[in-house]
């Protein structure tokens, strides 16, 4: 299984980064795909969580900045992130839930949002 997350780096305050995630070995289609973060000398973090069907769910301190995606047909999730405060600085991680307890992460990409 793999989970290639690509597209942090450096932004000013005020930018927008999408995020891209590829996934490979698992059926995308009926996984929950989320986005998690995790700052410098904090835990990792919940940002948005897409499921295989139903509606996208986000953490308070991103709804109305960021919106999370999916394109099955390609075997990707997406987070588009507009209004980037340096708040958001973080290694942001993919993950996929197959819903019975099977849980994979990929490798972060950083993002950081210099003021």
């Known amino acids: 299984v793999q989970l290639q997350a690509s597209g942090g780096g450096l932004v000013q305050a005020g930018g927008s980064l999408r995020l891209s995630c590829a996934a490979s070995?698992?059926?995308?289609?009926?996984?929950?795909m989320g986005w998690y973060r995790q700052a410098p000398g904090k835990e990792r973090e919940l940002v948005a969580v897409i499921p295989a069907r139903g509606n996208p769910d986000y953490a308070a301190s991103v709804k109305g900045r960021f919106s999370i995606s999916r394109d099955n047909a390609k075997n990707t999730v997406y987070l588009q992130m507009n209004s980037l405060e340096p708040e958001d600085t973080a290694v942001y991680y993919c993950?996929?839930?197959?819903?019975?307890?099977?849980?994979?992460w990929g490798k972060g990409t950083l993002v950081t949002v210099s003021s």
């Open positions: 070995g698992i059926i995308f289609s009926t996984n929950l």
């Open positions: 993950n996929s839930d197959n819903y019975r307890g099977i849980i994979h």
